[in-house]
């Protein structure tokens, strides 16, 4: 490992499954179990396979879900979008100063846009209303015109009545065609006579009851068989007796012709009808104009600088007379933005026939103001990014060396981009980084030295049996305790069937990750062998040949292997140049101490024959109350601060004196023994023993 680098952090369970996509999410998880079975169920109620009460509950349930999701989703985008802080200052100015004055001039453009809609809407009306003034001073004058023919009380022929209003629609129509005219001689309210131009579309019924709304001149629009017009009627004169003029036009005619003296277009024109099926009040569409088809190209080319809007006219139905109340007609128009001045107000401002207008030059300085205030704007909003990003380039920096100290890269070195706090904290960062630096480079050393004892420790103590030994009979207490320099210590039990088991304790020569890996050697060796061999002797030959080929010249392995049959009550071992094993017997009066001490080699120190020549195998009958202890130099070989050494002599009088205690309390006490002669002295080797009592 490189002394100014450390392993990257490892990642946490979080991030190992937040790449796992949706089919993890759905088949593992339980959110996604339970996501399936509503979908399921929803589809299920959708084709009216379970209960309504279960499809509900599955909608109810999705509609969570989709709720949950938009959370999840508005949670991560601010978790994402927040996290930088050049972000949160872009956003702060934002807020701060953009936001307001989008809100500032959309409340000034929605205010004109109404302001806008109301005016145009008024002169849109005006000019109708101006139509509908037209239309009943015509009536008048072809009423004076008829009263001058004759008497009150004369009948006047319908080719008279028809001249009049024929001359009169004629004169109207050089400026608006499609103007017509409807004679009515009425009685008693009822209509008797009806004499109509050409014009008009539709001729009133005799007998029928005249309006009551005539009699008041009354000017506007009129409905007759669900089709609008704008109708002016003549004023009730005694000179006239009883007829009245009505004269009129299509709505859509007077709407087109207004329009476009105005620049405006007519999108649509709905008057308002009573539906005999339902009683309520519909709309209907009224046809297009006659004029329809060239206005409909000036529309087109007009409508993609035009705003829509919309008014209401009030209209009388001619199909109901008795009708009290009016209906509405529903016009849609667009209105020019870039023409509506010089629609409504041109030459208002005008300094003389050929002076300027200074209505127009205010609009131009206006237009002026409009765009610097926007130049402005965007430079307020430049300088505002400008100055966040000086502000926080500084910190970003500190973030990208900070990310690259956390990952172990302390090479990494900010670059100083100003001579304030910032830089001076970025000068900081790196006399930090290279402090780190140094103080890695003396301890590199250290630390290989530190993680090779802890592997070989790790190794060791992998090694060992890590439950409880609990064998019928017998009564077991093992002990191990690494020094600090790792030696290879190591004891095993190993069962065999049949009611036997093997027990051994091996000392392999060295310290440090060799001794641990050719300890794990022994280990993998001897559980192989113990299933072929059941003689103690013959494992030992057979290991021997093995590890001398393997093992360095200059290693060894001493060892005491022993098979326990508890059938037979009995131990058969061997002894591998390792310590002797102590054997309390209680068969007499008084304890009594042997020491089981077969000839052998140390494993790997001899490659021919004289290792099996020398090796012995003994065997000794079980009684019960026997002790055994089998031990490695650790214990015997423990020195105080004099360099004395605690010896063979006092483990046996331990056991000896002690041989009637439990496994566990005898093991206690002769650590204690070992401890208190050590007398706190460094311990130089692994300590290691297994306590064995037949019970």
């Known amino acids: 490992m490189a002394a100014d680098q450390l392993p990257p952090t490892a990642p946490t369970t979080k991030d190992a499954t937040r790449g796992r996509g949706l089919k993890y999410f759905l088949l593992h998880q339980r959110r996604g179990q339970l996501l399936l079975v509503f979908c399921a169920l929803r589809f299920l109620g959708a084709l009216e396979l379970i209960p309504a009460s279960l499809s509900t509950l599955s909608t109810i349930g999705l509609w969570a879900y989709a709720l949950g999701f938009v959370i999840w989703g508005l949670s991560g985008l601010r978790r994402n979008l927040l996290w930088r802080i050049r972000?949160?200052?872009?956003?702060?100015?934002?807020?701060?100063?953009?936001?307001?004055?989008?809100?500032?001039?959309?409340?000034?453009?929605?205010?004109?846009?109404?302001?806008?809609?109301?005016?145009?809407?008024?002169?849109?009306?005006?000019?109708?209303?101006?139509?509908?003034?037209?239309?009943?001073?015509?009536?008048?004058?072809?009423?004076?015109?008829?009263?001058?023919?004759?008497?009150?009380?004369?009948?006047?022929?319908?080719?008279?009545?028809?001249?009049?209003l024929d001359a009169r629609i004629l004169e109207m129509g050089e400026s608006e065609p499609s103007w017509g005219?409807?004679?009515?001689?009425?009685?008693?309210?009822?209509?008797?006579?009806?004499?109509?131009?050409?014009?008009?579309?539709?001729?009133?019924?005799?007998?029928?009851?005249?309006?009551?709304?005539?009699?008041?001149?009354?000017?506007?629009?009129?409905?007759?068989?669900?089709?609008?017009?704008?109708?002016?009627?003549?004023?009730?004169?005694?000179?006239?007796?009883?007829?009245?003029?009505i004269v009129l036009t299509t709505?859509?005619?007077?709407?087109?012709?207004?329009?476009?003296?105005?620049?405006?277009?007519?999108?649509?024109?709905?008057?308002?009808?009573?539906?005999?099926?339902?009683?309520?009040?519909?709309?209907?569409?009224?046809?297009?104009?006659?004029?329809?088809?060239?206005?409909n190209t000036t529309s087109a080319e007009s409508a993609a600088l035009t705003f829509p809007w919309w008014t209401l006219l009030p209209t009388r139905s001619l199909d109901d007379p008795h009708a009290e109340e009016s209906e509405l007609a529903f016009v849609q128009f667009g209105f020019p933005l870039n023409s509506f001045y010089s629609s409504i107000a041109s030459g208002a401002l005008q300094l003389g026939p050929n002076g300027p207008d200074l209505g127009a030059v205010l609009l131009t300085a206006m237009a002026l103001l409009a765009g610097l205030f926007l130049v402005i704007e965007v430079a307020a909003?430049?300088?505002?990014?400008?100055?966040?990003?000086?502000?926080?380039?500084?910190?970003?920096?500190?973030?990208?060396?900070?990310?690259?100290?956390?990952?172990?890269?302390?090479?990494?070195?900010?670059?100083?981009?100003?001579?304030?706090?910032?830089?001076?904290?970025?000068?900081?960062?790196?006399?930090?980084?290279?402090?780190?630096?140094?103080?890695?480079?003396q301890s590199s050393e250290k630390e290989r030295m530190a993680e090779e004892l802890r592997i070989a420790r790790t190794i060791q103590m992998s090694l060992l049996p890590k439950d409880r030994v609990d064998v019928p009979g017998l009564s077991i207490a093992p002990f191990c305790l690494p020094a600090n320099e790792v030696g290879g210590d190591y004891y095993d039990f190993i069962p065999l069937g049949d009611g036997r088991f093997a027990l051994l304790i091996a000392d392999v020569s060295g310290k440090g990750t060799s001794a641990a890996l050719y300890m794990a050697e022994l280990k993998?060796?001897?559980?192989?062998?113990?299933?072929?061999?059941?003689?103690?002797?013959?494992?030992?030959v057979e290991a021997n040949k093995i590890l001398a080929a393997t093992l360095d010249s200059r290693s060894f392995i001493t060892m005491a292997y022993a098979v326990i049959d508890m059938n037979e009550r009995q131990m058969t071992y061997?002894?591998?140049?390792?310590?002797?094993?102590?054997?309390?017997?209680?068969?007499?009066?008084?304890?009594?101490?042997?020491?089981?001490?077969?000839?052998?080699?140390?494993?790997?120190?001899?490659?021919?024959t004289q290792f099996e020549r020398i090796l012995q195998?003994?065997?000794?009958?079980?009684?019960?109350?026997?002790?055994?202890?089998?031990?490695?130099?650790?214990?015997?070989?423990?020195?105080?601060?004099?360099?004395e050494l605690f010896g063979e002599e006092r483990i046996r009088l331990i056991l000896q004196e002690n041989a009637d205690l439990q496994m566990e309390e005898l093991r206690e006490k002769l650590i204690d023994e070992v401890f208190a002669f050590a007398g706190g002295a460094e311990q130089h080797d692994d300590m290691t023993m297994v306590l064995l009592k037949v019970l």
């Open 87 to 164: 972000r949160k200052l872009i956003i702060s100015y934002l807020l701060i100063g953009l936001v307001p004055t989008i809100l500032i001039l959309s409340f000034f453009a929605l205010s004109g846009y109404f302001t806008l809609g109301q005016v145009s809407s008024f002169m849109l009306v005006s000019s109708v209303k101006d139509a509908e003034m037209r239309a009943a001073n015509a009536a008048n004058l072809m009423i004076f015109e008829l009263r001058g023919g004759g008497s009150a009380s004369s009948r006047l022929s319908d080719e008279r009545i028809r001249k009049v």
């Open 181 to 245: 005219a409807i004679y009515l001689e009425h009685r008693r309210g009822r209509i008797q006579r009806v004499v109509t131009t050409d014009d008009v579309g539709f001729s009133m019924s005799l007998g029928t009851n005249l309006p009551q709304w005539f009699s008041d001149s009354y000017r506007g629009g009129i409905e007759y068989g669900g089709v609008g017009y704008t109708a002016g009627v003549s004023t009730p004169h005694e000179s006239v007796g009883n007829a009245t003029i």
């Open 251 to 295: 709505l859509s005619d007077v709407l087109e012709k207004s329009a476009e003296e105005l620049g405006f277009h007519i999108d649509q024109v709905l008057t308002s009808d009573t539906d005999n099926a339902t009683a309520e009040s519909v709309f209907i569409r009224q046809p297009a104009s006659s004029n329809g088809e060239s206005q």
């Open 381 to 441: 909003i430049f300088v505002g990014l400008v100055l966040a990003r000086s502000i926080t380039g500084s910190v970003h920096a500190l973030s990208q060396g900070t990310e690259h100290v956390r990952q172990g890269d302390f090479s990494y070195r900010v670059k100083v981009r100003s001579r304030d706090q910032l830089g001076e904290l970025a000068e900081s960062f790196n006399l930090m980084t290279t402090s780190i630096q140094d103080l890695l480079r």
């Open 524 to 540: 993998g060796l001897t559980l192989s062998l113990s299933q072929i061999y059941h003689s103690p002797r013959k494992l030992l």
């Open 574 to 608: 061997a002894r591998a140049g390792h310590n002797p094993i102590f054997h309390v017997s209680t068969n007499g009066a008084e304890p009594k101490l042997n020491v089981l001490a077969p000839d052998g080699l140390g494993l790997a120190l001899d490659r021919g």
């Open 617 to 643: 195998e003994d065997v000794v009958k079980l009684c019960a109350g026997d002790v055994f202890l089998f031990f490695t130099d650790g214990i015997s070989e423990a020195m105080n601060p004099s360099s």
